[in-house]
């Protein structure tokens, strides 16, 4: 999967959260480009494609605000608002939207994409509902923080650059064995993905389930638990688990130690 592709699913599986856990019926968002400029490309729950790969300028409009802003912005409605310029009423009026929140994605400071979510009506957005898009908010952080931390230690050079490298061979590995149906030619993958760690013997001290292993890989990999799940075919609330329970295996108390623990012991390359 590519890093425009892996950030696409982040922000999907952002906006499915959204909506889930508020009740809004609409959610769409995207990620800044080059300049100052930001491009919605993934909808939800939307009736017509008039926002999608609408460019949003900073400063122009509620989700240009929320740039410029670097904090979350909510208009009751879009349309008559006074506290927004209204460059893009013509596309949020054929999807019949009214009431709209934005809430800016911001990694080390900078503002990287939106979230937005909307109602049909014109009714009051706050309390629970925008605490709730902020966190979705903060789960794309998250990713895209770990994703590149991954790519600074790929372009690290040399032995690091080869080391990453393996990594992505075993993560590769690991997701398609349970795809296999075939219990020979799975458990065959399984042995050769074991080669990639056959410089460190697992620890007898630590024993780590199957796909447990399978969810420090994501991890590893700079995934959230939505994209793991995803990868692995289960729900992230499964995820969660298995993260759970090797976390306290390892003796860890985050997911980045949980990652370190891992390697240390000789379950991750």
């Not at 729950?45 to 802003?69: C, N, P, Q």
């Not at 795809?179 to 074991?194: G, H, N, S, T, V």
Request: aromatic residues 2%; positive net charge.
């Amino acid at each position: 999967m590519t890093a425009d592709a892996a950030d696409a699913v982040e922000i999907r599986n952002a906006l499915l959260r959204l909506r889930r856990a508020t009740g809004l019926p609409v959610a769409f968002g995207g990620l800044m480009e080059a300049g100052r400029q930001m491009r919605i490309s993934e909808l939800s729950g939307t009736a017509t494609h008039a926002l999608r790969s609408l460019v949003v300028t900073s400063g122009i409009g509620l989700g240009g605000k929320t740039v410029v802003l670097a904090r979350p912005c909510v208009v009751t409605d879009y349309s008559a608002s006074r506290q927004i310029s209204h460059e893009y009423d013509a596309p949020v009026a054929v999807e019949g939207l009214r009431s709209v929140l934005a809430v800016p994605v911001v990694v080390r400071h900078e503002v990287r994409g939106v979230l937005y979510g909307a109602l049909r009506t014109a009714q009051p957005l706050g309390g629970r509902m925008l605490d709730e898009a902020v966190e979705a908010a903060r789960d794309v952080e998250r990713a895209l923080v770990l994703r590149e931390e991954a790519r600074t230690l790929a372009a690290g050079g040399g032995a690091g650059a080869g080391r990453e490298q393996v990594r992505e061979a075993h993560a590769a590995l690991r997701a398609l064995a349970p795809k296999i149906a075939d219990p020979q030619l799975r458990a065959e993958l399984l042995d050769a993905c074991a080669l990639l760690t056959a410089d460190s013997t697992p620890s007898e001290r630590v024993r780590l389930a199957p796909r447990e292993v399978d969810v420090l890989v994501c991890v590893a990999a700079g995934a959230t638990n939505g994209v793991a799940a995803e990868r692995l075919g289960v729900t992230p609330e499964t995820v969660k688990g298995y993260l759970r329970s090797a976390m306290r295996k390892l003796r860890a108390r985050t997911r980045g130690e949980a990652v370190v623990a891992a390697r240390r012991a000789g379950w991750l390359p």
